[in-house]
């Protein structure tokens, strides 16, 4: 099985920060990511595809890289509506989650 | 308007069973791979399972290999989950999700919750 590791697990940042997430692969996807914004008790909101393809009505602040077994998200200027808890997931072989990075108000 | 509507979630005894139900509105149901993906209280996404459009092809997350499955019926615009011999450490929210092609998960349901305590 594939796993997906984020780091951190949790990070402290302040409105107008850049942020950077980090998920990596246990084995090499191609470009086979996902990243996933949820908040508390709501269903989790698709950000990025194929690691880099900002899906449809996403703000342009959020954007993904990355290729093989290492890939980013970054938000470029934290707003408010961010703080959150971001999950990346792989659909190379079947699917896997990683463990989230919650951000939360520094 | 695209909408899943997850029902069938309970309480029940280890060892027991339910089928879980989403009903698919707003898309051509037949047309996307659907999934199911759990979420333990406090805890993180866990991807369970997913069938291809026509229902030919099934996939599982080992952790439920065996107990769970996975259907559909495209008449009725619906995707199935029978769960069976649950465990505490099924206890979660389950989500029925949609498929964006080969790309991630574009539209998520609100979840139906499982409880298995005695």
């Known amino acids: 099985d594939i796993q997906m590791t984020q780091s951190p697990s949790t990070l402290s940042a302040s409105v107008g920060d850049r942020v950077t997430i980090t998920c990596r692969a246990s084995?090499?996807?191609?470009?086979?990511l996902a990243w996933y914004q949820q908040k508390p008790g709501k269903a989790p909101k698709l950000l990025i595809y194929?690691?880099?393809f900002l899906e449809s009505g996403v703000p342009s602040r959020f954007s993904g890289s990355g290729s093989g077994t290492e890939f980013t998200l970054t938000i470029s200027s934290l707003q408010p509506d961010d703080f959150a808890t971001y999950y990346c997931?792989?659909?190379?072989?079947?699917?896997?989650f990683g463990q989230g990075t919650k951000v939360e108000i520094k | 308007e695209v909408q899943l509507l997850e029902s069938g979630g309970g309480l029940v005894q280890p060892g027991g069973s339910l089928r879980l139900s989403c009903a698919a509105s707003?898309?051509?149901?037949?047309?996307?791979?659907m999934s199911w993906v759990r979420q333990a209280p406090g805890k993180g996404l866990e991807w369970v399972s997913m069938?291809?459009?026509?229902?030919?092809?099934?996939y599982y997350a080992d952790s439920v290999k065996g107990r769970f499955t996975i259907s559909r019926d495209n008449s009725k615009n619906t995707l199935y989950l029978q769960v069976n011999s649950l465990r505490a450490e099924d206890t979660a929210v389950y989500y029925c999700?949609?498929?964006?092609?080969?790309?991630?998960?574009?539209?998520w349901g609100q979840g139906t919750t499982v409880t298995v305590s005695s």
């Open positions: 999700a949609k498929d964006k092609g080969p790309n991630g998960i574009d539209v």
């Open positions: 707003g898309f051509t149901f037949s047309s996307y791979a």
């Open positions: 069938i291809i459009s026509d229902g030919g092809r099934t």
């Open positions: 084995q090499s996807i191609s470009n086979w």
């Open positions: 194929k690691a880099f």
């Open positions: 997931q792989q659909y190379n072989t079947y699917s896997t």
